[in-house]
Each structure stands twice: as C-alpha cells, then as structure tokens.
C-alpha cells in the first residue's frame, strides 16, 4: 500500500482547516474578553471616581450651609445680643476637602470628562472671588457662604448630569 501526495495533502489539510480556525476563535474571543474587561474596569474607576468627587461636594456644600448659618447668627448677636451659637465651622476639614477637590481637578483627564473640569475650575473661580469678597471688600460672610452652597448644589446637579452621559446610564 501506497500513500500518494494527494493523500498527505487531504491529511494535513483536513488538520490545518481545524487548528487554523482554533487559533481564530481562541484569539478573536480572548481579545473580546479583554477588550470588554477592561472596559468594564475603566467603567469602574471613572464611576468610583465621581461618586467621590459627588461626595466631597456635598461635604463642602454642608459646611457652606453651616458657615452661613454660623454667621448670620454670630451677626446677629451683635444687634440682638443673642447667645453665641454653639460649635465652630472646622476650616481646617474645609481646606482638605478642598485639596481633595483640586486633586480631582488636576486628575480630570484622566478619570472624569472635560466638562466635569470645567465645571470644576468655574466653581474655584466663583469660590476665589466669593472669598475674595469677603476678606477685601468687607461683603457678610453668611451671605456669601449661601451663595456659595447654591453654586456647589449646582454644581453638584451639573456633574451628575456630566456622569450619566459620561457612563452611559439609561
């Protein structure tokens, strides 16, 4: 018995066929699998990361609400010589949420959307020259520090809005 040329073609043929297409399906569905990993992964960071950022925001935007308060009645006391209010606005909590807010500034494009930074260098605009009023121009505090809460609860709605269409929410 003879083997012919033609044979071992059909043999390897029959071989190649299978393995080739193997090789395909492994390599088309192991780039799928990955592809879809760490798009799920990277969805999972940007998602940590404005559910971070949404609560430093509203920490900040307490403490806004709070010093408002705080003020109004310590301005206040002097015309009606009211007791002074009980406890004090922590500016020292204050400053590290907002270092908190300027790492995120700084790391927006990376992990957030360009109009979120936006939104983010606007309000620090809005915040110096609430400050800004405040120290130099002799504007009351406590109305500034409503204003304020009202920009940060803006903000706050407007960055929401940014994170539903950044992470596709239906």
Do not use: C
């Not at 206040?76 to 500034?105: C, I, M, S, T």
């Amino acid at each position: 018995m003879s083997i012919t040329p033609q044979e071992v073609g059909s043999f390897f043929l029959t071989l190649v066929v299978p393995i080739a297409t193997g090789i395909a399906a492994a390599w088309f569905t192991a780039k799928f699998a990955l592809s879809r990993f760490y798009h799920e992964k990277w969805w999972e960071k940007k998602h940590a990361a404005y559910n971070q950022l949404i609560d430093i925001l509203f920490e900040i935007k307490a403490m806004y609400d709070y010093a408002s308060d705080y003020y109004e009645t310590v301005a206040e006391r002097g015309r009606r010589l009211q007791p002074l209010p009980d406890g004090k606005v922590d500016w020292v909590r204050f400053r590290e949420l907002n270092a908190q807010l300027h790492r995120f500034y700084v790391l927006a494009p990376i992990s957030l959307s360009p109009l979120t930074r936006e939104l983010l260098n606007k309000f620090f605009l809005d915040d110096a020259a609430a400050q800004h009023s405040v120290h130099e121009e002799g504007y009351p505090d406590f109305i500034a520090y409503d204003e304020m809460a009202k920009t940060t609860r803006n903000l706050i709605d407007a960055i929401v809005l940014d994170a539903e269409f950044e992470l596709k929410f239906k």
